[in-house]
């Protein structure tokens, strides 16, 4: 394991709706919405875009900050 721990991470610009419904607080429904935006709008640039994504508040997102990365 690095210092930082990043490769237990999941990468939201490649994961599976699988690999997404894993994370705290994401279901189906906002697993599609990831996969949609990075698809459709842009890819994730940073970890706080994914805060774009409806149903994914502040809250759920500082639950994801330390699970996710791009």
């Known amino acids: 394991m690095t210092m930082d721990g990043k490769e237990n991470r999941i990468n939201i610009n490649e994961a ?3 690999e997404l419904k ?3 607080g994401v279901g189906p429904a906002i697993a599609d919405e990831i996969i949609e935006h990075r698809t ?3 890819p994730f640039e940073k970890r706080e875009d994914l805060m774009e ?3 994914i508040s502040v809250r759920v997102y500082w639950e994801l900050a330390d ?3 791009v």
């Open 16 to 18: 599976t709706p699988e």
């Open 22 to 24: 894993d994370l705290p």
């Open 40 to 42: 459709n709008v842009r």
């Open 53 to 55: 994504i409806r149903g």
């Open 67 to 69: 699970k996710i990365m």
